[in-house]
């Protein structure tokens, strides 16, 4: 069984920096595509970034292209979501999602606030 716990979030002022991290328990963690998806109040789930199992490459939302990086550490089993210069519109609670075939786990997800 996987799970997956984010942390990180927190309270930024716009133009601020924050890292999130999605530590990944369970068997197999290079085998598994890994996301990050946000919710915002009021507004649909969104794919925020993503990366494969196999080679690593990375797609991005449009709204966070430039701005945000992920990436993945596979000794660590962890996911990251490296967020510069957010704005208030990158508020939102954000989850760590992991893809094995047909298979599909969430994590809880951790509050992500940028406010002055």
């Known amino acids: 069984q996987v799970q997956l716990v984010e942390s990180g979030g927190g309270l930024v002022q716009p133009g601020g920096s924050l890292r999130l991290s999605c530590a990944f328990s369970?068997?197999?963690?290079?085998?598994?595509?890994m996301s990050w998806y946000r919710r915002a109040p009021g507004k649909e789930r969104e794919l925020v970034a993503a990366?494969?199992?196999?080679?690593?490459?990375?797609k991005y939302a449009d709204s966070v292209k430039g701005r945000f990086t992920i990436n993945r550490d596979n000794l660590r089993d962890t996911v990251y979501l490296q967020m510069n210069s957010l704005k208030p519109e990158d508020t939102a609670v954000y989850y760590c999602?992991?893809?094995?075939?047909?298979?599909?786990?969430w994590g809880q997800g951790t509050q992500v606030t940028v406010s002055s």
């Open positions: 369970g068997i197999a963690f290079s085998d598994h595509a």
């Open positions: 990366i494969t199992d196999a080679d690593g490459s990375t």
């Open positions: 999602n992991a893809v094995l075939r047909w298979q599909t786990y």
